[in-house]
């Protein structure tokens, strides 16, 4: 379960470190060499929530009711 | 006296006359001096302006009582007269209860609203902010209600790399309140669930009941996971509604304040792509620009100018090296010439030429006597050719 949620995780970080690497990218303040790593790391991270996007399927999971007393 | 009764056996008498004549009875008063006693039973009294008449109603039969009932309250009981012999009283054993009208439920709606409003259960600073990428979704509701089903098809159009948790609860009818209330107590004590929707499709004030009970408000109060009250359609509004975090005005609504919407999140996703690309592109841009222009200024051009200078000045020097060499060779050449002339004056041939003659033994020349060996053959080498001699 932890396992399932740390994986879910990363998708709202994925977004967040997306929205950070496209401001950095376009403020202009990043030297060449790493402009191209953020942009590389960008890209994979892009095609990869896409993906999981994508590829997910609803979970469904029922409670058993707990009578009182 | 003869014939005189004793108390019990006129109490009987009364008992059995007034059972008999009120065994079943409708009748219409305002409630005061509610009481629910810890036993499940409910205990108070029915009156108009000029009289009153105690009332019971015992557990097994109020949990049929889809409101709770409040003081002031107007009600129409069904129920039948029983007689209390050691107290030697009579009351209204209730069996059913409801409103007198749906103006009593919005009166005791609007009551009960003013007074938790008092209490502060809606304060504004008591609000949870709606988490914008819930992984799991908590929802109380019926699991075979049109606003379970509306809620799914929401999440899984919307976000389906959400999780949905049901617990599956009455929403109306007898009962329904108690259960919505456990639903958000066992959804807490879950331990990642990151928002919660209580709610139900649309339905008369009676229906909706449920959601007006102070049970279900104190719950929602209490919840430490955000809730989203979602009841009926967008004209009716309930208690919990006020008491959660956010209302909204159906369950389909709920879900879409709940969830993110996928295909934004495509957008922003390809927006990074193109962006970022372009942004990529220029950034390299401007430093092919920068490049060339380094390229092309004076600071940049000048170290050739340094190396055309030094190798002038390097050929200047080789030529100048080249000169003195030469005069130093032709020097050692004309020296050379002498030297050739000197050891030609000195050449041997020259000198047997005169008469003088070379002796030697194997080989070695034998420039002094003591060196000569009679025994062995010496060759004596003249101008004109050698002769071998033993003596």
Redesign the interface.
């Known amino acids: 379960?932890t396992n399932m949620?740390k994986q879910?995780?990363t998708?709202?970080e994925s977004?967040k470190r997306?929205?950070e690497?496209?401001d950095l990218?376009?403020s202009?303040t990043?030297g060449?060499e790493d402009?191209?790593t953020l942009?590389e790391e960008?890209?994979v991270l892009?095609k990869k929530?896409?993906k999981?996007?994508q590829d997910?399927?609803?979970?469904?999971?029922?409670?058993k009711?707990?009578l009182?007393q | 006296m003869k014939n005189a009764l004793t108390v019990s056996e006129l109490t009987r008498e009364i008992k059995k006359t007034l059972e008999d004549r009120f065994d079943s009875v409708v009748v219409v008063g305002e409630i005061s001096n509610f009481k629910a006693h810890v036993s499940g039973h409910w205990y108070f009294t029915l009156k108009d302006t000029d009289a009153q008449i105690s009332c019971t109603m015992w557990r097994g039969k109020n949990s049929y009582v889809f409101f709770t009932p409040q003081d002031g309250m107007k009600i129409t009981i069904t129920g039948k007269i029983t007689v209390y012999p050691p107290r030697g009283n009579y009351q209204i054993d209730v069996n059913s209860m409801s409103p007198a009208g749906e103006g009593e439920l919005q009166a005791a709606f609007e009551k009960l609203k003013k007074r938790l409003s008092d209490e502060g259960l809606f304060d504004a600073e008591f609000k949870k902010n709606i988490p914008?990428?819930p992984?799991k979704i908590g929802i109380v509701t019926a699991?075979d209600g049109a606003a379970f089903r509306d809620m799914?098809s929401v999440?899984?159009r919307r976000y389906?790399?959400?999780?949905?948790?049901?617990?599956?609860?009455k929403v109306q009818g007898e009962g329904a309140a108690?259960?919505i209330a456990?639903g958000i107590k066992?959804?807490n004590q879950l331990p990642?669930i990151d928002v919660i929707i209580i709610g139900r499709g649309g339905g008369s004030l009676e229906d909706l009941w449920a959601f007006n009970e102070e049970i279900v408000a104190i719950a929602v109060f209490n919840s430490k996971i955000p809730v989203i009250s979602a009841v009926g359609h967008e004209i009716d509004f309930t208690i919990s509604d006020f008491a959660a975090d956010l209302r909204a005005p159906t369950p389909s609504a709920a879900m879409e304040l709940a969830t993110p919407d996928?295909d934004k999140?495509?957008a922003?996703?390809n927006e990074?792509?193109y962006?970022?690309?372009a942004?990529?592109c220029?950034?390299?841009g401007?430093?092919k620009d920068t490049l060339k222009r380094i390229n092309n200024s004076y600071g940049f051009r000048s170290p050739f100018d340094l190396i055309r200078n030094k190798t002038q000045f390097l050929d200047n020097l080789i030529f100048r090296i080249q000169s003195s060499t030469d005069i130093f060779f032709s020097e050692k050449n004309n020296s050379l010439k002498l030297l050739t002339k000197i050891i030609e004056n000195n050449d041997i041939s020259t000198q047997l030429k005169k008469g003088f003659a070379l002796v030697s033994q194997n080989g070695k020349i034998i420039t002094r006597s003591l060196n000569y060996d009679k025994g062995t053959e010496s060759t004596i080498r003249f101008f004109d050719g050698e002769i071998k001699i033993k003596l």
């Open positions: 379960m949620k879910k995780d998708f709202e977004l997306l929205q690497i496209s990218l376009e202009g990043v060449l402009s191209v942009y960008g890209i892009s929530c896409f999981q996007l997910a399927e609803l979970k469904i999971t029922e409670l009711k707990q009182e | 914008s990428f992984q699991s799914i999440a899984s389906p790399l959400a999780e949905i948790v049901l617990y599956p609860s108690a259960e456990a066992t959804l990642d996928k999140i495509f922003f996703i990074f792509s962006n970022s690309t942004n990529i220029d950034i390299a401007n430093y």
